[in-house]
């Protein structure tokens, strides 16, 4: 609500149409450094998942052997943490610059990925 002389009034909001434009090129190293992060992370988190389920599945029912051996071969437990991190890195590196590269040449044949946007 706007406060003018006095009164309440009900703020309004004109919609204006946004600007069209066109994404014609991404930085190959910026997309690269981008799907880096993005499957680090996403292995990294899968990995924590598979470290806690592999802590606590046993052969001989005892429910909490497997954590106990997780603890004691913290050296051991952490590969299935350390590995999808590093292959996630490396494949989502390659991934992002693959698609970079591929994006700019089809979009310098057919103008790039038109968006509209506006001024906030």
């Given amino acids: 609500m706007a406060h003018v002389g006095g009164s309440v009034t009900p703020h ?5 149409r946004g600007v069209k ?6 930085g190959v190293l910026s ?5 880096a992060v993005l499957m ?5 988190i ?13 052969n001989d029912g005892g429910p909490f052997r497997g954590f106990v051996h997780a603890i004691l071969f913290v050296g051991i437990g952490l590969v299935p943490l350390i590995a999808p991190v590093l292959l996630g890195l490396f ?13 700019n040449v089809v979009a310098k044949l057919t103008g790039g990925i038109e968006v509209e946007v506006e001024d906030v």
């Fill in 12 to 16: 309004t909001h004109v919609h204006t």
């Fill in 40 to 44: 680090g992370a996403v292995a990294l």
């Fill in 21 to 26: 434009r066109a994404i014609r090129s991404v």
């Fill in 91 to 103: 494949a989502g590196a390659l991934g992002g610059g693959v698609l970079a590269l591929v994006y």
């Fill in 31 to 35: 997309a690269i450094v981008y799907g």
């Fill in 46 to 58: 899968a990995g924590i998942i598979a470290l806690i389920l592999a802590s606590t599945t046993t």
